[in-house]
């Protein structure tokens, strides 16, 4: 497909934040000059000799008189382009790594999903390209996926296309390299979808590489990041505000048009293939691990499902561990069938095995006195645990965050080997 030299007059500008990039910046503006009419430069507090370079160049500049951080930079930029009447913005990173002739590829993708945000998604397999970008790149893919249930290549590159009537009307908590990370995550909860478009990247040798990235405290924000948006999103069960129309609204038109839409969504939530119901537990079991190795989600993610299972598995909820598992599963869009089913590490006789395991390893760490009831009927067996139930609840933990980590990595590294040996 021959794409246009130049996104003349088409509602796309490039908005470029800088930062002590006096090396590159120049070339890197000029060169998105040739492909859009107006180049946004965020001068975000340089200390070099950036303004000078820019001075006599043909673009809007806008400069922070102290450095404030990227995404602070980046909102900036997309206020000033909206000012001027574009609704979407490219946004490219200022230290050389992009090339500026593959805007045009980003800008027709944005053109076919118009309410979608594009990312660039580097090929990190050239020359110089750091272990740590290429583990960070990792790390960030695997939670956002987490956290919004969308597979993004690279969450953590610069070159991007975003909607800017919607983007600017998001609220953000993160103001530096995590804004990229937080904003995909809160775009994607409004609706708005998330394509990739593979590009080229280049990474200069290591001394001459100029780079702001902190790999102490920006990956201890990267951690807090993903900490709080997934278990915000987690423990807080209200709906994220809409940025895109619903193709399926919830109301639709009367109530009981509406609680139909509602109960069938739900119905699909919970769905379980036929074959895992059939025949006794050694064959559903079968079936289970069939299904799980042939499934499309990564070990990590199915590792992680079992887990949150297991460990809803050992709390004292006895009777709703399968809803807590359903409701977990669905908010961090993880595999909802291994959540319920790793729920059973505490069926039949080992639920009361585990209970009072919970509360005997309870109160030894409050330093209870431990007695069994010598009657075993309902009543008593009820008082027991009611009493003891703050011990419960502090054992139930550690053994279910115990049972967590050990079926969460057997079955990353079991379904790991299983698909291995089915190649």
Known sequence: MDLPARQSGSGYCVVIPTYNNGKTVLDVVRGALLEVDTVIVVDDGCTDDTPDLLKDEPIVYVRHERNRGKGVALRTGFKKAYELGYHHAVTIDSDGQHYPDEIPKLIESAKENPDAVVIGARDMSGEHVPKSSSFGRMFSNYWLKVATGVDVGDTQSGFRVYPLRHVNRVRTLFSKFTYECEIIIRLAWGGCGVLNVPVKVYYAPKGERVTHFDPLWDNVRFTCLYLYMNFSHLLIPLPHKRLV??????????????????????????????????????????????????????????????????????????????????????????????????????????????????????????????????WTNWQVISQFAWNSFGAWLL???IIGLAAAFAFGLGTLYGIRALRHRAK
């Open 395 to 397: 054992g139930s933990a």
């Open 245 to 374: 129309r619903r193709a399926e609204p919830l109301w639709q038109g009367s109530l009981g048009k509406s609680l139909k839409a509602v109960w069938h969504r739900v119905k699909r939530a919970a769905d379980i293939p036929e074959e895992l119901g059939k025949g006794g537990p050694i064959k559903r079991f079968r079936a289970l691990m069939r299904y799980l190795v042939h499934e499309k989600n990564t070990p990590g993610e199915l590792g992680l499902a079992v887990g949150i299972g297991a460990f809803w598995g050992c709390s004292p909820w006895i009777g709703f561990h399968w809803i807590l598992a359903l409701y977990s599963g669905t908010r961090m869009h993880l595999n909802r069938i291994a959540c319920i089913a790793a729920t059973n590490v505490s069926f039949g006789p080992l639920t009361a095995v585990i209970a009072f395991a919970s509360i005997w390893l309870g109160k030894l760490l409050l330093g209870q006195p431990l007695w069994l009831p010598r």
